[in-house]
C-alpha cells in the first residue's frame, strides 16, 4: 500500500480494492453498501492466501514450526487489534463469529449468571437488532425488563429521562454510531451515568470502529462488539472486549474443546481468556485476516479515514440537495460532523427496493429495507429505506454516480 | 435500461401507479387477511367478500410496498373479482406456477407451497395481464413481492 498523505484525499486507495475494477450491469461499479459489510484489500486477501499456502495448522496444539507459525499470527493479530481498540491488554478480545455473536455471549455468560426477574436492561431505540434480540431472550427466559432511550425526531437519543431509565438498571447497552441513521453517540457521558447508577456499559461499535478512532477505555464502555467484515476484514470473524476482571468473573459461553485446561469425568475446569470463550477451532484465517484490515486501516491513519468522510459526506448532503431539493428526505443529522458516513433516504413516494432495482442496472450498489433496525423504522414512520454509505474507497465520483442513478429511478418511476 | 423493462412493464407500472380495487369492505361479510414480507416489510391486506358458493363477490386491497409488490395485488384482485372459486383456484395454480419455475431452484423443497402447483392445466390458463409478471422471475430478489398478494389471497380463502 503506498503511504498516506496527511490531508484526507485517499483517491489513490482504490487500486488496493480489486474488486472495484468488476463491471457490473456494463457499468463501473459503485459500491456504497460498506454499512453491511466492506471490500477488502488485496493486503487482507494475501494475508489470509498466504496462511492457507504456507502455515495451515491448527493452533495452540502442535509443536512443530508451522502451528507455532499460525499460533503466533493468531495471537498477534489480536494484540494489533486490541492496541487499535484502546485495549489495556490483548487477552480482553475475545474472538466471535460477528458483532452479533459478541452480544449473545454477554447476553449469555454475563447476563444469565448475573440477571433475574425484576432486572433492567436500558437499551436505546436506534440499536440494531442484535443488541435488542438477545435480551428479548433473555427477558423471555429471566423476566428481566427492558427499557428504551427514546430516539428525538432530529435522530440522535433524548436523553432527558435517563437518569430515570438508569434507576436500578444492570446494563446499559447503546450502539456507537446508528447504521440507519449514521448518529454518532457521544458515549461517555452515558457511561458515567450508567456508572453512577451501578450499571454496566454494552457498546455496539459495528459500525463506529471501522470510521472512527476508538479507545474503549476512554469511551467508558464494560463489553465492546464489532465485526471484522465491516472494516476491511473477512466475514465470520468478530470481537467481544471487555474489562479482564469482568471476562475473569464470567460464566464460559460455548464449551468444548480449546477452553479448558483440564475436562474429567465429573467436570471440567475452564482454561484463563481469553481462550476461556473462544470453544472449538477458531477462524484462525479470519482472525489474521482481521488483523491485516487493522494493519491497512492504522497505515492510513483512522483520523484521515474520518476526515474523508467527513469530507464525502458534506459533499454529498449539499450535492443531493442541490439536486433533488424536498423531493429526497436524508434521515439523521444534518451535520457531516455528527453523523458516520451512512445516508439512509427516500426519495418521492419510490419505494426503496424499485430504488435499489434501478441503481443496480447503473452498477451502483445500495442497501434498501429495514436495515435490521426495525423498532428505529417505526419511529421514523417509514418501513423501508433505501441506503448508501461510504468508505475508505469512495469518492466524489461515487456520489455522483448515486446522484445520477437517482436521477434515472425518478425518471422511471416519475 | 433493457433488463428494468423486463420487470417493469408498462401494464405492471400502470397497475401500480393507479392501484385497482384499493380500499376496505365492511367486515362482516368480508373477512379480513393481512400478508407481510419480513424481508422487505411489505404488507398486503385483503378484504374479501365470498358468496356461499364461494365466489369472490368483492375485494378490496391495503397495505404498502414496492411496485412490484403493489402491481401484483391490483392485478390479483382485477384478476379474482368476480370469478367463481374454481376459476380462482386456477388462476392461483397457473400465477403460482409462472412464478415457481425458477422460485423452485431458490427455496428448499416442501416451503413454497409448490405442491398445490399443477404445471399441465396451468399451462392452459391464459392469465392474460397477469404474464406481464413473468419478467420478475428473472430477478430472483422481487419473487417474493410478487407472490406476496397471492400467497396472502390462498390464506383468505382457506377454509
Known amino acids: 500500500m503506498t503511504p498516506v498523505p496527511a490531508h484526507a484525499d485517499l483517491t489513490h486507495l482504490k487500486a488496493d480494492f480489486p474488486i472495484l475494477d468488476r463491471i457490473s450491469h456494463s457499468k463501473r461499479l459503485v459500491y456504497l453498501d460498506s454499512a453491511a459489510t466492506a471490500q477488502k484489500p488485496t493486503a487482507v486477501i494475501e494475508a489470509m492466501n498466504r496462511y492457507y499456502r504456507e502455515y495451515n495448522a491448527s493452533v495452540h496444539r502442535g509443536v512443530y514450526e508451522m502451528a507455532e507459525e499460525a499460533t503466533a499470527a493468531m495471537e498477534g493479530a489480536r494484540a494489533r487489534i486490541a492496541r487499535f481498540i484502546g485495549a489495556a491488554e490483548a487477552r480482553e478480545c475475545i474472538f466471535t463469529r460477528n458483532a452479533t455473536e459478541a452480544v449473545n455471549l454477554v447476553a449469555h455468560a454475563w447476563g444469565r449468571s448475573t440477571l433475574s426477574a425484576g432486572d433492567a436492561v436500558v437499551l436505546t431505540q436506534m440499536e440494531h437488532h442484535a443488541n435488542i434480540v438477545p435480551w428479548h431472550m433473555l427477558a423471555a427466559e429471566r423476566g428481566i425488563e427492558i427499557r428504551w432511550i427514546p430516539v428525538s425526531s432530529e435522530g440522535v437519543l433524548d436523553i432527558s429521562g435517563l437518569d430515570r431509565l438508569l434507576d436500578g438498571a444492570r446494563l446499559l447497552g447503546v450502539t456507537a454510531m446508528s447504521n440507519v441513521l449514521g448518529t454518532i453517540v457521544d458515549v461517555r457521558p452515558l457511561a458515567d451515568a450508567a456508572h453512577a447508577a451501578g450499571a454496566l456499559v454494552l457498546v455496539d461499535g459495528a459500525q463506529s470502529v471501522p470510521h472512527l478512532p476508538t479507545d474503549v477505555q476512554a469511551m467508558g464502555a464494560d463489553f465492546f462488539v464489532f465485526s471484522g467484515h465491516k472494516m476491511l476484514g473477512p466475514t465470520g470473524i468478530g470481537v467481544l472486549w471487555a474489562r479482564a476482571e469482568l471476562l475473569e468473573a464470567m460464566p464460559p459461553f460455548l464449551g468444548g474443546g480449546s477452553m479448558i485446561t483440564d475436562v474429567r469425568l465429573d467436570g471440567f475446569t475452564p482454561m484463563e481468556i481469553p481462550w476461556k470463550f473462544e470453544a472449538g477451532t477458531p477462524a484462525i484465517a479470519e482472525a489474521i485476516g482481521l488483523g491485516a484490515a487493522v494493519e491497512y486501516l492504522e497505515a492510513v491513519g483512522m483520523e484521515s479515514v474520518r476526515a474523508h468522510e467527513v469530507a464525502l459526506t458534506r459533499y454529498a448532503l449539499a450535492m443531493l440537495a442541490d439536486r433533488f431539493g424536498d423531493r429526497l428526505e436524508i434521515f439523521g443529522p444534518t451535520d457531516a460532523l455528527a453523523r458516520g458516513s451512512v445516508l439512509s433516504f427516500q426519495l418521492g413516494g419510490i419505494h426503496a427496493h424499485d430504488i435499489s432495482q434501478v441503481l443496480d442496472q447503473e452498477g451502483v450498489c445500495v442497501r434498501a429495507g429495514h436495515h435490521c433496525a426495525k423498532p428505529l423504522m417505526r419511529i421514523l414512520g417509514v418501513p423501508a429505506t433505501a441506503r448508501a454509505s461510504f468508505y475508505v474507497y469512495n469518492d466524489e465520483a461515487d456520489v455522483d454516480a448515486l446522484a445520477d442513478a437517482l436521477e434515472a429511478a425518478e425518471k422511471f418511476f416519475g | ?159
Open chain 2, 1 to 159: 435500461m433493457s433488463g428494468l423493462e423486463d420487470l417493469y412493464r408498462e401494464i405492471i407500472l400502470d397497475h401500480y401507479r393507479a392501484p385497482r380495487n384499493r380500499g376496505e369492505l365492511p367486515v362482516p361479510p368480508a373477512h379480513k387477511t393481512e400478508g407481510f414480507n419480513p424481508l422487505c416489510g411489505d404488507e398486503v391486506v385483503l378484504y374479501v367478500e365470498l358468496d356461499d358458493d364461494g365466489a369472490v363477490r368483492d375485494i378490496r386491497t391495503a397495505g404498502h410496498g414496492c411496485s412490484i409488490s403493489q402491481a401484483s395485488t391490483s392485478m390479483m384482485s382485477a384478476a379474482v373479482k368476480g370469478k367463481s372459486r374454481a376459476e380462482v383456484d386456477t388462476t392461483i395454480r397457473a400465477f403460482k406456477a409462472l412464478m415457481s419455475i425458477h422460485e423452485a431452484r431458490l427455496v428448499p423443497e416442501g416451503s413454497s407451497g409448490d405442491s398445490d402447483t399443477d404445471e399441465g392445466s396451468a399451462a392452459e390458463v391464459n392469465l392474460g395481464d397477469l404474464e406481464a409478471l413473468q419478467g420478475v422471475v428473472k430477478f430472483p430478489v422481487r419473487i417474493k413481492c410478487a407472490t406476496l398478494a397471492w400467497n396472502t389471497l390462498q390464506q383468505a380463502l382457506a377454509p
